[in-house]
């Protein structure tokens, strides 16, 4: 019995995958390397990565079982694979016009007033419109989740206050308001939800500069004219159920990306990064904002300092409350540098 440990190959592009000795289907077979040579144990030593649709898995230690003297030339045992186990139900989507009817009514919705009040409202639309921003029928603004092929998951209705861009979290009456799910309206119990990223959708329109991934959409939106250099994209919760799914992975494999935590989350986050790295993906974590100088209070995020530290200015376009660009109009974070790739 061989004592080398082994791992299985890890990704570095489509020629690092195989055909799967079992049911054929090509690059999905990763095999088992020998971590001391860096040589494959054998051709059909390895797993496939259709797991509910083949389910072959034929590790280094049933392999060396089946032949001992696998050295001295013997003839191979055939592996075995696991029974493959009932497919999953593909994932709920709901209709394309039912997102596009709700972009626009931006007179009463208090995200976008509050952006155009911040930004202009020539930026602010433009920004509703990119990121797929809707207007609920209460006035609450809905952040639709698009995945890159235009499938749309689902939508998260929150209620803002215009003035300060921050969650109203109380209806009139004191009861507690919290964000809702456009799929749980429009179609009840029974829908098989799958998250994607909010701002997914833009991965399929810009394959060149590098993911910036925040928690919440609010701030995604706010950080892609303050720091343009990056494709800004939410998770929308601390939760982030997106990083186990394996069609964001695979959206997001090819791309440097950046991951920015509110303060106090660090730890999370960096376990988020470690699987996402077993994964395939080049990802950092960001520690901008625990710098023991800034002291920023818990759950703090990049929106709100751009929104707490800039300075009001008066451009020739109208009067804004926080600057994002110098009074001749140019944008003060375009000059911010990207960080370079690992």
Request: glycine share 8%; net charge neutral; proline share 9%.
């Amino acid at each position: 019995m061989n004592n080398h440990p082994f791992a299985l190959q890890r990704y570095t592009g489509r020629a690092s995958r195989y055909p799967c000795p079992a049911c054929e289907k090509p690059h999905q077979f990763t095999r088992y390397l020998d971590t001391q040579t860096g040589e494959p144990v054998n051709e059909r030593v390895g797993i496939c990565n259709r797991v509910a649709g083949c389910g072959y898995h034929y590790p280094p230690k049933q392999f060396f079982a089946d032949n001992p003297a696998h050295s001295a030339g013997a003839t191979w045992a055939a592996p075995v694979w696991h029974k493959p186990l009932p497919p999953k139900r593909p994932a709920d989507t709901l209709p394309w016009q039912v997102m596009e009817r709700s972009l626009g009514h931006y007179a009463s919705n208090a995200f976008v007033h509050g952006l155009a009040e911040l930004l202009t409202e020539d930026v602010a639309l433009s920004l509703a419109r990119r990121y797929y921003v809707g207007t609920s029928q209460d006035g609450g603004t809905v952040f639709w989740q698009v995945d890159e092929s235009g499938a749309v998951r689902t939508g998260k209705i929150i209620h803002y206050d215009a003035d300060t861009l921050k969650r109203l979290k109380q209806w009139p009456n004191g009861r507690e308001r919290t964000p809702q799910w456009a799929h749980t309206k429009l179609r009840g119990t029974g829908y098989q939800l799958r998250q994607c990223l909010f701002g997914q959708h833009l991965l399929a329109l810009d394959r060149k500069r590098p993911v910036a991934i925040v928690e919440a959409e609010k701030t995604a939106v706010v950080c892609a004219v303050y720091l343009p250099a990056y494709l800004w994209l939410a998770t929308g919760g601390c939760g982030a159920p997106q990083f186990k799914q394996p069609d964001v992975v695979a959206a997001l494999r090819g791309r440097e990306v950046l991951l920015f935590p509110d303060t106090g989350t660090i730890d999370k986050w960096e376990t988020y990064a470690q699987e996402l790295r077993k994964a395939g993906l080049r990802v950092r974590v960001r520690h901008d904002l625990e710098a023991p100088d800034l002291a920023r209070p818990p759950n703090w995020d990049l929106a709100d300092e751009f929104l707490a530290f800039a300075q009001p200015v008066v451009l020739t376009t109208g009067p804004v409350r926080w600057t994002l660009t110098e009074p001749d109009g140019y944008p003060v974070f375009w000059d911010y540098p990207t960080e370079p790739s690992e």
